[in-house]
């Protein structure tokens, strides 16, 4: 099994700024689009951002639209995830996911992506 690895979650003040990465092998990365999704308990997996891995063709959730930015570097095969003006409803645990087709991801069919990190919390609290 492939892995994806996430880092970067910490406790950070409402309005505050923070960058998630995630580090995978050059297998997945160069043949799928890669993402971003968070979980809050009880409420379903929700997607928040994807890239494609030919372009830099960038798919974002309305809810981060303008102050979350994903990008990647192709020579670490790792993805990004710069999160600004952060919210207290940004709290969440933060998963790096990995598949080919991107409508899979963007309607977050959850149980079809073929790749998922481990998580990272991201707590946004004063």
């Known amino acids: 099994q492939e892995e994806l690895v996430e880092s970067g979650g910490s406790v950070v003040p409402p309005g505050a700024s923070l960058k998630l990465s995630c580090t995978t092998s050059e297998r997945v990365f160069a043949n799928n689009f890669m993402a971003w999704f968070r979980h809050v308990p009880g409420n379903e997996r929700e997607f928040v951002a994807a890239?494609?891995?030919?372009?830099?063709?960038?798919y974002y959730a309305d809810s981060v639209k303008g102050r979350f930015a994903i990008s990647k570097d192709a020579a670490l095969n790792t993805v990004y995830l710069e999160m600004n003006r952060l919210k207290p409803e940004d709290t969440a645990v933060y998963y790096c996911?990995?598949?080919?087709?991107?409508?899979?991801?963007?309607?977050?069919?959850?149980?079809?992506?073929?790749?998922w990190g481990q998580g990272t919390q991201v707590t946004v609290s004063s």
């Open positions: 890239i494609a891995w030919f372009a830099d063709n960038t």
């Open positions: 996911a990995a598949d080919k087709y991107i409508t899979t991801i963007t309607r977050a069919r959850i149980p079809e992506i073929t790749f």
